[in-house]
C-alpha cells in the first residue's frame, strides 16, 4: 500500500487524531472540529482536505513492495512498527496540487475507471468514481489502474518487477 509522489505542489503537516486507526498513506483525510487529521469519509458535507502521505497502523505498512508483503519493500523503523506520525504525532497532507499514483483506490466502482474522470472519496477514504454521497472532485484520473513499474530488472510491465497496481491522479484538493 502506498503514495508515488510524482509531483507535489504543498507537502503540509497536521496533528493526527489520536483515536485514528489504519491510516494509510494514500488515503484521503480531513480535519476534525480539533483540527486533527482523521480519514476522510466522502460524506454529503465533507471537504476532504488533501491525500496522506504518512501511515498511521499497527499491522499494515504504506510503504511500496515488490513481494506482496505487508512490509513492504522498505521497512519502517523497529520502533515505530507501522506508525509514521508516532515520533511527531503529525501527519503529513498533501493538497493544492500535484500529481500521484497510489494504491487507494475502490478496485470496481460503480462507474468504470477512465482517463479524465472526476474522482471523489469513499466511505474507506479511498479513491472512488462514485459521487453518490460527496459532490467535492478531490481529483481527476491520469491514467487507470494498472501495474506501476518499481524499476528493479523483472519481466511484470515495460523491464521491471511491478509494485503492484496503482491509479495516477492529479491532486484537486
Same mark, same amino acid.
Given at each position: 500500500?502506498?503514495?508515488? =509522489? ?14 485514528? #486507526? ?61 506508525? =509514521? ?6 501527519? #503529513? ?17 460503480? #462507474? ?27 481529483? #481527476? ?33
Amino acid at each position: 500500500m502506498a503514495l508515488i =509522489e510524482q509531483f507535489h505542489v504543498v507537502a503540509d503537516h497536521f496533528p493526527v487524531a489520536s483515536s485514528v #486507526t489504519n491510516l494509510i498513506e494514500g488515503m484521503f483525510v480531513k480535519q476534525d472540529s480539533s483540527g486533527n487529521i482523521i480519514k476522510a469519509t466522502g460524506g454529503a458535507s465533507e471537504r476532504a482536505l488533501g491525500v496522506s502521505g504518512d501511515t498511521k497502523s499497527t499491522s499494515l505498512s504504506g510503504l511500496p513492495s515488490t513481494n506482496d508483503s505487508s512490509m513492504g519493500a522498505f521497512v519502517n523503523r523497529v520502533s515505530d512498527s507501522f506508525d =509514521e506520525t508516532r515520533a511527531s504525532g503529525r501527519c #503529513t497532507v498533501y493538497h493544492s496540487g500535484g500529481k500521484f499514483a497510489s494504491n487507494q483506490y475502490v478496485a470496481a466502482p460503480s #462507474t468504470p475507471w477512465a482517463v479524465g474522470l472526476p474522482l471523489y472519496v469513499s466511505s474507506l477514504a479511498l479513491l472512488t468514481t462514485d459521487a453518490s454521497t460527496s459532490a467535492q472532485i478531490v481529483a #481527476t484520473c491520469t491514467a487507470v489502474p494498472g501495474a506501476y513499474a518499481s524499476g528493479v530488472p523483472g519481466i511484470d510491465t515495460n523491464g521491471s518487477i511491478t509494485l503492484g497496481n496503482y491509479i495516477e491522479f492529479k491532486l484537486e484538493v
